[in-house]
Structure formats: C-alpha cells, structure tokens
C-alpha cells in the first residue's frame, strides 16, 4: 500500500511546491500572450477588411500605395461608379502576385472614394447572363477582365489595360510573365470616362505622314475627350470639334486643306475653334502651313532650338534636350508649377505680332537655334540669342461671340511617351491644363505611372518614420527582451 501511494504523495507535493505555482504561472502567461495576440491579429485583421487604407505599405517604390492623382480624384468624386471584376475573388488572387497587388490598390481607391466607387466580383462562368446588358463589349476575347460602368456608361478593360507583361515571353510559350500593375491608371481614367456625359471633341488629322501620336491620342482619351481621325482629302472637319491637332506632317498641306482648316477655324467670324499645331523636326519644306501660322503672328525658326544654361539642361542629355521656363499663360491651374516641361528637339517660334500671339513656354536667355545645316565654322556661342525663345507659344483671334487659337508646340517629341508618362516632368499636366482651361473644364487630368514589385524591398526614406522605427527595433524590442530576461533570471534564483 505504501509503495502505492508514493507516486501520489509526490505529485501533491509537487503541485504544492514553489516550482509548481511559479510552472503554472508561466504557463498561464504564455497562454494569455499567445491569446491577447491572436485576437489582436483578429482585431487587426477585420480592420483593415473595414479599413483598406490602415494597410501600410513600406516598399521602396510604394508598390501598394495610391499615387496622389488618384487619391485626389476618388475623394472629388461626385458620381457613382462601379467597378465590376469578372471573376471571383479567389480567382483574381490566385493569379499571382500582381493581382494581390491590383486588389490591394482597387480597395484603396473604394476607400478613398466615400462610398462614390463600390468594387464587385461575378463569376461570368456561373453566372453568363451578366454579359447582356453590355452590347458594346467583345465577349469573344478572353482578355476582358473587368468592366466599369455609371449610370447608362459603361467601359471594358482588358488585361492589356491593367497589366503590363513580357510580350516576346507571350508570344513564345503563350503564358503571361508580369511586369508591373497599370490597374490604377485603367480603373481611374475609366471612372472619368463614363462619368462624364458630354465629352469635348478633338480631331487629329491624318494622311500627311504625320509622326505618332498615340501618346497625346491616349492622354486625351484617358481624360475623357472624344478623339477622332480625319483626312482632309477625303472628310470635313467636325462642326462640332472644340480642336483640330496637326501633328508633325512630314508632307505639307495643300491649299484646298489649308483652306479647310483656316475657314474651320475662323468659323465665319463666330470664331470659338482651336487648332494645335507641331512642326516636324526634319528638314521639311512646308510653305503652306507656315504662310497659314504667320497669318496668326507667329513665324518658324529654321533650325533646332539649343539650351546653353546649366540650371535649365538635364544631366548628360545634350545641348538639345532642356527645362523650359512657364510664361503667365496656363500656368495658374497647374498642381505643381514646380515641376517643369522639358524640350527635346525642339523648333522655336517668333512672335511677330505681339498684339495677338505670345510666347507659352520659353528657354533662358542662353539659348539660341543651330542651322539644320550649320556651316563648318559655325559656333554654339555665336548663335547664342541673348533672350529668350518660344519653344510653345499661343496666337489668339476674338470674334464677336468668342474666340480662336492657334497653339504650337516645337516638338512632337515633347508630347512622346517619353516624356508625358513620367510625372517627374510636367509635360502631360500641361498640354492637359491648356485643353481643359480652354474647355472650361476643371483640371481633372490623371497621369499615373504602373507599379511593378521587382524593387518593391523595405524603402522608408521618411526621417520621423525611419526614427520611430529605430526607436522601436534598436532600442525599445531589445530594452524589452533584456528586462524579461533579467526578471525570468531573478524570479529562477529564488525557487
């Protein structure tokens, strides 16, 4: 019998001793941590389901953030607006990192929108009569991926729209290898475009050689302008056009074109028409539509605008390439005078009638043009004008009931890709501030850069978040982890 009760004799006294009650009590606090962080990670959770914009994002190129165009533009929205994603939402994860991303920055701009912008997901496969109500949308492509709609309006994006992706990798194994995230520019310039309701008319004339301008084209569309292609030869220009854009003909106008267009502009004297204007920077002789400009007070320079100024060149970039200085004109409403347009391979314009031309933009008063074929002894500093040169200048015509102009840019190269698609530069905001100005249309102009998460590593550079991060990994974690140390050590001392 006594042989029997040992065992339990000795587990009483072990759960009576001082290592028992101190045991017990570091279990209990193991088990009341690991539960206090689990419902805090609930908590947490569920907060930031609520409350997408509690996320934080500490990538170098905030891949997860909204640029701030976009996060402008929601909390202005005065419509409502849907953005339907056309499978579930488990789908849209599982196809990879940069639909995680894309679903991050959907439920940001929805935050962002108070209630404005509602996102929805519909399995077209389980559900196919959802495709009804939209006529206008090719369903025979598999690229459509999302559709964004207000009121009667409605928008279909593709997956060319939201995603940038290796071509050459497509077209030899037929699978998708992404490279960045453009949803955000899609989903926002979309929103513009079917919440608007009557979009202002721009005609681009075509058949002339014209170099490309798909990049002005887009810009325009994205910020709800109804573009159009037309050919002089064979088509009338639009009655109903706010502008006609001309742009870097490589072959001149003939007279029955310049004609058209010079009548389209004066509009029998009621005036109120716009005409943008961009030269070629080849060698071209166009005599036709120089005669038709310097009728409006502005004449061509023979030759390349150059910059000579340190302050004005971009680094490495030449001579040819420069920051070019705002005059008054379309300046005011820009977000950010600050940041400036920039000219490459320019043309530069003489005003001759000050009365109803003037300069838009200018180089420094160390500029001056190099001859397309300059002469063996000819000399940068020789040619240097001692003022400054339009390189985009503005000649306005009055009417009885409104007014006309004629708007020219030196380079083709100014509206490229190259330069409007970086926010760095404020090519696109510009040429966007002149049409809307003109328009009476409110500055709404969205130009938003596509995220890739190839550099997307830790990148706080903010100084109070870079302290406060410090403070709390270098100092007050490790001050902690050193406090339980010694308590543990003290307590384990005295049992």
């Given at each position: 019998?006594?042989?029997?009760n040992?065992?339990?004799?000795?587990?009483?006294?072990?759960?009576?001793?001082?290592?028992?009650?101190?045991?017990?009590?570091a279990?209990?606090?193991?088990?009341?941590?690991?539960?206090?962080?689990?419902?805090?990670?609930?908590?947490?959770?569920?907060?930031?389901?609520?409350?997408?914009?509690l996320?934080?994002?500490?990538t170098?190129?905030?891949?997860?953030?909204?640029?701030?165009?976009?996060?402008?533009?929601?909390?202005?929205?005065?419509?409502?607006?849907?953005?339907?994603i056309?499978?579930?939402?488990?789908?849209?994860?599982?196809r990879?990192?940069?639909?995680?991303?894309a679903?991050?920055?959907?439920?940001k701009?929805?935050?962002?929108?108070?209630?404005?912008l509602?996102?929805?997901?519909?399995?077209t496969?389980?559900?196919?009569?959802f495709?009804n109500?939209?006529?206008?949308?090719?369903?025979?492509?598999?690229?459509?991926?999302?559709?964004?709609?207000?009121?009667e309006?409605?928008?279909?994006?593709?997956?060319?729209?939201?995603?940038?992706?290796?071509?050459?990798y497509?077209?030899?194994?037929g699978?998708?290898?992404?490279?960045s995230?453009?949803?955000?520019?899609?989903?926002v310039?979309?929103?513009?475009?079917?919440?608007?309701?009557?979009k202002v008319?721009?005609?681009f004339?075509?058949?002339?050689?014209?170099?490309?301008?798909t990049?002005l084209k887009?810009?325009?569309?994205?910020?709800a302008?109804?573009?159009?292609e037309?050919?002089?030869?064979?088509?009338?220009?639009?009655?109903?056009?706010?502008?006609?854009?001309l742009?870097?003909?490589?072959?001149?106008l003939?007279?029955?074109?310049?004609?058209?267009v010079?009548?389209?502009?004066?509009n029998?004297?009621?005036?109120?028409?716009n005409?943008?204007?961009?030269?070629s920077?080849e060698?071209?002789?166009?005599?036709?539509?120089?005669?038709?400009?310097?009728?409006w007070?502005?004449k061509?320079?023979?030759?390349?605008?150059?910059?000579?100024?340190?302050?004005h060149l971009?680094?490495?970039?030449?001579?040819?390439?420069?920051?070019?200085d705002?005059?008054?004109?379309?300046?005011?409403?820009?977000?950010?005078p600050?940041?400036?347009?920039?000219a490459?391979?320019?043309?530069?314009?003489?005003?001759?009638?000050?009365?109803?031309?003037h300069?838009?933009?200018?180089?420094?008063?160390?500029?001056?043009?190099?001859?397309?074929?300059?002469?063996?002894?000819?000399?940068?500093?020789?040619?240097?004008?001692?003022?400054?040169?339009?390189?985009?200048?503005?000649?306005?015509?009055?009417?009885?009931?409104?007014?006309?102009?004629?708007?020219?840019?030196?380079?083709?190269?100014?509206?490229?890709?190259t330069?409007m698609?970086?926010?760095?530069?404020?090519?696109?905001?510009?040429?966007m501030?002149?049409?809307?100005?003109?328009s009476?249309?409110?500055d709404?102009?969205?130009?938003?850069?596509?995220?890739?998460l190839?550099?997307?590593?830790?990148?706080?550079t903010?100084?109070?978040?870079?302290?406060?991060?410090?403070?709390?990994?270098?100092?007050?974690i490790?001050?902690?982890?050193?406090?339980?140390?010694?308590?543990?050590?003290?307590?384990?001392r005295?049992?």
């Amino acid at each position: 019998m006594e042989q029997n009760n040992k065992p339990s004799k000795g587990i009483k006294a072990f759960l009576k001793s001082r290592k028992a009650r101190h045991g017990g009590m570091a279990i209990a606090l193991v088990i009341i941590v690991t539960a206090v962080v689990v419902v805090i990670n609930i908590i947490a959770n569920l907060l930031v389901d609520r409350f997408p914009n509690l996320k934080l994002d500490f990538t170098a190129n905030n891949a997860y953030a909204l640029q701030a165009d976009t996060v402008d533009y929601m909390n202005h929205l005065n419509k409502d607006a849907k953005v339907t994603i056309l499978m579930t939402e488990s789908q849209f994860e599982g196809r990879g990192e940069y639909f995680v991303q894309a679903k991050n920055l959907l439920e940001k701009m929805v935050a962002e929108s108070n209630g404005k912008l509602t996102l929805d997901y519909v399995d077209t496969t389980t559900n196919p009569g959802f495709t009804n109500k939209y006529k206008n949308v090719d369903w025979t492509s598999a690229t459509t991926i999302a559709i964004v709609e207000s009121g009667e309006q409605y928008q279909a994006l593709t997956l060319d729209d939201c995603f940038t992706y290796n071509q050459e990798y497509y077209s030899a194994y037929g699978y998708y290898e992404f490279e960045s995230t453009t949803i955000e520019q899609a989903v926002v310039t979309a929103v513009l475009n079917v919440t608007t309701e009557d979009k202002v008319v721009v005609d681009f004339i075509k058949g002339n050689q014209e170099s490309d301008y798909t990049a002005l084209k887009s810009l325009l569309t994205n910020n709800a302008y109804q573009v159009n292609e037309i050919s002089l030869v064979t088509d009338e220009l639009d009655e109903n056009a706010k502008f006609v854009v001309l742009h870097a003909p490589a072959v001149d106008l003939d007279d029955s074109a310049v004609k058209k267009v010079s009548d389209w502009l004066i509009n029998g004297e009621k005036y109120g028409r716009n005409l943008i204007y961009i030269p070629s920077n080849e060698n071209i002789n166009t005599p036709n539509i120089d005669a038709m400009i310097e009728e409006w007070g502005v004449k061509l320079t023979e030759g390349f605008v150059f910059e000579t100024s340190q302050d004005h060149l971009l680094n490495g970039a030449g001579q040819f390439a420069f920051i070019t200085d705002y005059t008054e004109y379309y300046k005011e409403k820009l977000k950010n005078p600050d940041i400036p347009v920039v000219a490459f391979q320019s043309r530069g314009f003489e005003i001759t009638d000050e009365n109803s031309a003037h300069a838009l933009l200018n180089t420094s008063n160390r500029a001056g043009v190099m001859p397309y074929e300059p002469a063996d002894d000819w000399d940068f500093n020789d040619a240097i004008s001692g003022k400054p040169i339009a390189v985009a200048a503005e000649s306005v015509k009055k009417g009885s009931e409104a007014e006309s102009r004629l708007i020219l840019f030196g380079s083709d190269r100014m509206l490229s890709s190259t330069f409007m698609n970086l926010n760095s530069f404020n090519n696109a905001a510009y040429v966007m501030n002149i049409f809307n100005t003109i328009s009476d249309k409110s500055d709404e102009s969205i130009v938003i850069e596509g995220k890739s998460l190839a550099d997307s590593e830790l990148g706080v550079t903010d100084v109070n978040t870079t302290t406060a991060m410090m403070i709390i990994f270098v100092i007050v974690i490790p001050l902690g982890i050193l406090i339980a140390g010694i308590i543990v050590w003290i307590r384990r001392r005295h049992l």
